[in-house]
């Protein structure tokens, strides 16, 4: 017992000795600051599209140039995901689509309206006339099955054109229906019906589609990974899948919304009393926080392809300016307008 008293003291000793112990004296708390991690920068440059009225502009922040690609007549266009390509049409009316290479004067006709291009750049979706379709009294019918046309609007299915090979015949992937493409979702194209209220999903080339009655959605945009939407109804802001809406907790009315590229964040235009200004929406916690600076918001928003950043219009009349933010809502201008205009791409 002895020896095990003189050990237990032994390494009371060691162990006092090891910690600093000095008479009991208590150690100084550590009063240096804690280093926070410094804001990623924002690009030296970036490459934006906008639309000025119909007309189709081009600026690159970096070398501080913008030019006039085309008078479109239309605001039906998309941008490929690398910038290279733009697809427009003139809608249901004139359903007929030219796909153009940025710097190039000629262009591809192909039959469509509402194109939009596939994340992944693979594919250009659209909506293509069907004749043998039409629509009477919100119900699609064979055209012969109907004595006269009047009153009736030619339905149009949803098609994908391989995007490397436009000339080839398109996929199908949604039936007969007043469509409008809203977008892509896992792979997937997505259409809104305003006469039915129906939302539709179609994989190209993937057989029947899914349909979901949606109600009045107002402004809808959707999450381009994992099929979920967010819709306004009533003013209030919902989101989740179509058939499962839930509310979000947003003050003031939201005008429009915009999924980032993983679909993580959103960015929603809310307008409370006569103001409007842009938040932004963590879709995981529920967290909205808004953009400092984004007072008098005009027009729409437009995130980069990778999600990092996103661009934005404020201001009033013809004392417009285009800004650009990160994640961590630092902000830096990038040009002014004179003119109302409305962004539809940025690259990363």
């Known amino acids: 017992m002895k020896k095990v008293a003189t050990l237990l003291v032994a390494m009371t000793l060691l162990l006092s000795a090891c910690s600093g112990d000095k008479g009991g004296e208590d150690t100084p708390p550590d009063t240096r600051p804690i280093p926070t991690p410094t804001p990623e920068p924002l690009p030296e440059k970036n490459v934006l599209f906008f639309l000025a009225g119909t007309d189709l502009y081009i600026t690159d922040t970096g070398k501080e140039t913008t030019e006039l690609l085309e008078e479109l007549g239309t605001t039906d266009v ?3 995901p690398d910038g290279s390509r733009y697809a427009f049409s003139g809608g249901p009316e004139r359903p007929h689509l030219n796909v153009t ?17 596939s994340p992944d750049g693979k594919y250009l979706a ?4 069907d004749p043998n379709y039409l629509i009477c009294d919100a119900k699609a019918q064979k055209a012969a099955a109907t004595n006269s046309r009047k009153g009736c609007d030619v339905a149009g299915r949803a098609v ?4 490397h090979n436009l000339q080839k015949d398109p996929q199908a992937a949604v039936g007969a229906g007043l469509w409008e493409v809203v977008g892509w979702s896992a792979g997937k194209i997505v259409v ?13 080339g993937g057989g029947n589609a899914a349909r979901v009655v949606l109600p009045d959605p107002g402004p809808l945009s959707i999450d381009p990974v994992e099929l979920r939407v967010l819709a306004t109804q009533s003013q209030l802001l919902y989101i989740g899948d179509p058939t499962e809406l839930h509310p979000v907790s947003v003050s003031g009315t939201v005008d429009f919304t915009a999924w980032s590229p993983n679909g993580t ?17 963590d879709v995981e916690t529920g967290e909205v926080k808004p953009v400092e600076g984004s007072k008098n918001l005009v027009g729409t928003v437009v995130w980069s392809n990778d999600g990092e950043t996103f661009a934005m219009v404020t201001g ?18 990038l040009f ?12 990363s």
């Open 160 to 163: 994908a054109y391989d995007a």
């Open 336 to 347: 002014k307008s004179d003119g109302a205009i409305d962004l539809i791409y940025l690259d």
């Open 126 to 129: 659209a909506v293509v006339p």
């Open 101 to 117: 290479r940025v710097g190039e004067k000629s262009s591809i006709e192909l039959p469509g309206y509402s194109p939009s291009w």
């Open 316 to 333: 009033k009349k013809r004392s417009l300016r285009a800004t650009l933010c990160n994640l961590a809502l630092t902000c830096e201008k």
């Open 265 to 281: 964040k959103a960015l929603l235009a809310v307008t409370d009393g006569v103001a409007r200004d842009l938040r932004i929406f």
């Open 192 to 204: 809104y019906d305003e006469e039915e209220d129906v939302l539709s999903v179609g994989k190209p």
């Open 78 to 80: 998309s941008i490929s």
